[in-house]
């Protein structure tokens, strides 16, 4: 099994509700990420978790909250978004070595009304 | 931090060769990947550089020159399904994770 899985693979939601996102492999990676895409940009790190705890935070705001419950789950909360925050976030995990590349889940596009 | 640049756009013909360039500036270099992305589908892994020189891999090949912040993606007999946007990537290893900073990636067009 090499996927990451992504759900749900879009979302709609409004400013005042609370909705996760999930993501989850089975690749025995211990290194799991978010990033977030707006259209015709490059993926931007959010939050990086290395053996179940959260390693890296890029200034993101409150309103967005990872969880990542056991090695192979990782859930993003959201709570009151802001229009500006639709995008396409993307899961990705990888080893812990040297050199390990990433993968990714497909993501989940995410409109904020 | 990273800065890294590629160009925006490129166009190239079925059956002909293309090569995107990458320019970067890092704090911490562990490495150099290139990612492959179709338009509304996630990155796919194509090719990782550490040390300088060519790594050849099918009709893909990379090169990369640590002492000149240079690397580019090779691409032979194109296909029309290569049109996709073509991500450089760096990364300073931070010990059991990669903080993997993309470019803003190249759009290349496939035309018959």
């Known amino acids: 099994d090499t996927e990451v899985t992504q759900t749900p693979k879009h979302l709609v939601m409004g400013m005042t509700n609370k909705k996760s996102l999930k993501c989850e492999q089975h690749?025995?990676?211990?290194?799991m990420y978010w990033y977030k895409q707006k259209a015709k940009k490059p993926p931007e790190l959010m939050f990086v978790?290395?053996?179940?705890?959260?390693?890296i935070n890029e200034s993101v705001p409150s309103r967005f909250s990872p969880e990542c419950p056991n090695s192979s789950l990782l859930n993003l909360h959201l709570h009151a978004l802001q229009p500006e925050d639709s995008a396409l976030y993307l899961c990705?995990?990888?080893?812990?070595?040297?050199?390990?590349?990433?993968?990714f889940g497909s993501g989940t596009q995410l409109s904020v009304l | 931090g990273q800065n890294i640049d590629q160009p925006t756009e490129m166009t190239a013909t079925e059956g002909a060769i293309v090569q995107i360039n990458c320019t970067y500036q890092?704090?911490?270099?562990?490495?150099l990947f290139w990612y492959q992305q179709h338009a509304g589908e996630a990155p796919t892994f194509l090719s990782y550089n550490v040390l300088d020189g060519l790594e050849e891999k099918g009709r893909f090949s990379s090169f990369l020159s640590r002492s000149k912040g240079y690397s580019y993606l090779l691409l032979k007999e194109l296909q029309m399904k290569d049109s996709a946007s073509y991500l450089c990537?760096?990364?300073?290893?931070?010990?059991?994770?990669?903080?993997?900073?993309f470019g803003t990636g190249t759009k290349l067009q496939v035309i018959p």
């Open positions: 890092t704090s911490g270099f562990n490495g």
């Open positions: 690749m025995g990676h211990r290194a």
């Open positions: 978790y290395s053996y179940e705890k959260l390693s």
């Open positions: 990537a760096v990364s300073p290893y931070s010990g059991g994770y990669q903080k993997v900073t």
């Open positions: 990705a995990s990888s080893q812990t070595g040297l050199s390990e590349k990433l993968f």
